[in-house]
Nanobody, 128 residues
Framework: QVQLVESGGGSVQAGGSLRLSCAAS????????MAWFRQAPGKEREGVAA??????????NYIDSVKGRFTISLDNAANILNLQMNSLKPEDTALYYC???????????????????WGQGTQVTVSS
């Protein structure tokens, strides 16, 4: 069965960096799409970044607020999903979740219902 485990969260000051990782087992990236979501207190869960392989290419999406600061990547050999977060801001503070979904021809990348498996989350806190 598909299992996702996040790691790498922590507390940093504004402008700092963190690297989140998601170790996956029980599936192949050839048939699943991967994403990072986050949820801050009092707010709805939102898609941060997503990645899916299309032949020899990768389709990648980011929410506008993190473009130029966050980078999503895959280590296929190790079956690990990463999220490099630079220039962190207080508004990035949230519980970050790794998600996986069975791939399809078309999908809305930031829609929670597109993903079938979720990790338990890792906390990211950015201080002013």
């Amino acid at each position: 069965q598909v299992q996702l485990v996040e790691s790498g969260g922590g507390s940093v000051q504004a402008g700092g960096s963190l690297r989140l990782s998601c170790a996956a087992s029980g599936y192949s990236y050839s048939s699943y799409r991967m994403a990072w979501f986050r949820q801050a207190p009092g707010k709805e869960r939102e898609g941060v970044a997503a990645i899916v392989r299309r032949g020899i290419q990768y389709n990648i999406n980011y929410i506008d607020s993190v473009k130029g600061r966050f980078t999503i990547s895959l280590d296929n050999a190790a079956n690990i999903l990463n999220l490099q977060m630079n220039s962190l801001k207080p508004e990035d503070t949230a519980l970050y979740y790794c998600a996986a979904g069975r791939d399809s021809t078309t999908y809305t990348w930031a829609l929670q219902s597109e993903y079938n498996y979720w990790g338990q989350g890792t906390q990211v806190t950015v201080s002013s």
